[in-house]
């Protein structure tokens, strides 16, 4: 958003300038916003841990915590995605933008900022409304009034919209009224066309889904709010259908309370980061693996493979590695772009690692036992990683990582190993606790955050910091909202794809694919990876998912072995370039230029690739732990 910022000086108003009580009643509007989102998070931590001690410890639970969760939860979607609106924090494809001009780009940055703002507007209203039907729901354990809990949609809905008008006015004035010229004349020609509209059938999913939310994407727009912008535009022009049901849809896609687990366990990505605990495990690894031939390679490998099981992001995991272990891979001659093309691949071998946000989404979607995917989860990493480290071993010939460093002495390695242990036991406790059913997957996130902070203040000393608490909690709101919102938008768009008849027609078009069960999942690996480039893993999801694994089940496909399939498959179009948003992330977190590794990624993404096909072929390697 800062990109629309320009012509701010020389406008005075009672001796300020514009850009100056903007930018203080910018600054404002966060601090409103984002210390309850902060205090959201924590009251999460502590009432999901009391209910965890109450019930494990004094065998008494207490009934009412699941309700002041799910309520205090869906105010935290809604803060923290406005938050993300404050900070520019929605996941949106800059691909084409970045390749205008920098005056085009600040236009297309207010159009795409003016987007989000005209979607809110349009819901605000009847996100009232669904809060004041909500009133005659009551809860029955607290006895409060739904609206209490539904409040959070309009709230968060009108913080979120006066963020974004805020950021408009700060920008040129003359980019914000041909935008809404834009706006205005794309709704005239929609509002005429209606009624040629309403009697086109499905041919509108191609105006709308296909058209205008590809134009809405490619501009910019955040995928969370082009969802939404595209859905409400079908529901208003070619039904009859009141917004009310997508406010409605958006909620009930929000609040599944097995997504509670996502704010959780990017809080505790980001603890394990903070107090040191990913620093260690990468060092012990180094202290065994760093001397031997494209050692560090397999040290990142093996470094992707624990943090991914913690911190359940993957822009937390590369974050927590690469800056760690790129200096010394830069010191043993291995060029840029050999390094953040391997950091981006083991992002992408990595995915299916449990907690993995998407296998908690695809949980919360299709109804799969969570137990079963993260016992399934391990082994096809695994695989993966094994092929990346046969590819990397064949690299390191050519690029520097000879394992000209010294073999470390055993005193060495049983020293890194002796401070490793507190920071090691962490993902072994999350994976075995939801394993064995000792907790839900929600509930092991806080046992995890738990033993982080009491292991940051007690061992690891220093790197927790009271000063780093707030911006670390606003973090964990910010994404998360951005995470959720995206739920919550593909969940009203899936629904109203099913309601066209799209699902049907979808599910009876791949049931005819030839083949068979093997034509359908060399289909479906195809159709993610471009799914996973252009919208991102959660959202392709949400929507989908519904749709194919009831076709998926009538071939015979075991639906944990589809879930790992469609995953991998989604992960390596999010780190395939140009398209794939966590390349450049990766980019970003190495300090890389995106032309650097360019060329050499596609190395690793095909055999990547190669490596998915043998999971898809052989399902025993999901499966053989159920």
């Known amino acids: 958003m800062s990109a629309v910022a320009g012509n701010l000086h020389g406008h005075e108003v009672g001796g300020v300038t514009r850009a100056g009580w903007l930018a203080s009643a910018q600054q404002w509007l966060r601090l409103v916003v984002e210390i309850p989102a902060a205090a959201a998070v924590v009251a999460e931590v502590i009432i999901l841990l009391v209910g965890i001690v109450a019930r494990g410890v004094f065998h008494s639970p207490i009934v009412w915590t699941d309700e002041l969760a799910s309520t205090l939860f869906l105010w935290l979607a809604m803060l923290g995605s406005a938050v993300a609106v404050q900070r520019s924090g929605h996941m949106r494809l800059t691909f084409f933008v970045s390749q205008l001009s920098p005056r085009a780009q600040a236009w297309a940055s207010t159009l795409a900022v003016g987007g989000a703002a005209l979607l809110l507007a349009v819901v605000l209203r009847p996100a009232w409304d669904y809060m004041d039907d909500q009133s005659f729901v009551e809860t029955p354990a607290l006895g409060w009034s739904g609206s209490i809990r539904a409040a959070a949609i309009p709230v968060g809905c009108a913080v979120a919209l006066a963020s974004a008008l805020l950021s408009l006015l700060r920008g040129s004035l003359r980019d914000l009224a041909s935008a809404l010229v834009v706006f205005a004349v794309l709704g005239v020609a929609l509002y005429l066309a209606a009624p040629v509209l309403r009697q086109l059938g499905n041919y509108n999913l191609l105006i709308f889904f296909i058209g205008l939310l590809s134009l809405a994407v490619m501009a910019g727009v955040p995928i969370a709010f082009s969802f939404c912008l595209a859905t409400v535009a079908y529901l208003s022009f070619t039904t009859r259908t009141p917004l009310l049901v997508v406010v409605g849809r958006m909620d009930e896609g929000m609040s599944s ?14 603890l394990v980061e903070a107090t040191g605990m990913a620093r260690v495990m990468v060092a012990f690894l180094a202290s065994v693996l760093g001397h031997v031939r494209g050692g560090m390679s397999y040290v990142l490998l093996g470094a992707m493979l624990l943090v991914s099981g913690i911190s359940g992001s993957k822009t937390a995991d590369m974050a927590a590695v690469a800056p760690v272990l790129f200096p010394e891979m830069r010191k043993r001659g291995m060029q840029d772009g050999e390094l953040v093309s391997l950091l981006a691949a083991s ?50 010939g050519r690029d520097g990582d000879l394992g000209t460093a010294e073999r470390a002495s055993f005193a060495t390695m049983a020293k890194a190993l002796w401070v490793a242990i507190p920071a090691l036991v962490l993902p072994f406790l999350i994976r075995s606790a939801v394993v064995e059913g000792f907790a839900t997957a929600t509930e092991v996130s806080t046992l995890g955050i738990a033993y982080c902070v009491l292991a940051g203040l007690v061992i690891y000393r220093g790197g927790l910091t009271w000063r780093g608490v707030l911006p670390m909690l606003v973090q964990t709101a910010c994404l998360s909202g951005a995470i959720l919102f995206i739920v919550g938008s593909a969940s009203a768009m899936a629904w109203a794809l099913a309601q066209s008849g799209f699902s049907r027609d979808l599910a009876g078009l791949m049931a005819q694919v ?73 980019c970003i977190i190495g300090n890389v230029a995106p032309d650097a590794g360019m060329r050499r990624i596609w190395i690793y993404l095909a055999w990547l690739f190669v490596g998915l096909l043998v999971i898809a072929f052989v399902p025993q390697i999901s499966t053989a732990f159920l």
């Not at 992002?347 to 993260?374: H, K, N, Q, Y």
């Not at 998926?552 to 399939?565: L, W």
Request: hydrophobic share 60%; net charge neutral; with cysteine.
């Open 257 to 270: 309370l097995i997504l509670l687990a996502v704010p959780l366990f990017v809080l505790l990505g980001q």
């Open 347 to 396: 992002g992408a071998m990595s995915e299916t690692i449990p907690p993995s946000i998407v296998l908690i989404a695809i949980a919360s979607v299709t109804g799969i036992s969570i137990a079963s995917l993260f016992t399934a989860g391990i082994l096809p990493g695994l695989v993966l990683a094994l092929v990346l480290g046969i590819v990397a071993r064949y690299r390191a």
């Open 514 to 586: 030839p083949g068979g069960a093997y034509g359908f999942l060399l289909v479906s690996v195809v159709a993610f990876i471009v799914l996973g480039s252009v919208l991102e893993g959660i959202p392709a999801i949400v929507l989908f998912g519904p749709l194919l694994f009831p076709v998926a089940r009538q071939f015979g496909i075991n639906e944990v072995h589809f879930s790992m399939v469609i995953i991998l498959a989604m992960g390596i179009g999010l780190f395939a370039p140009p398209f794939g948003l966590c390349y450049y992330a990766a």
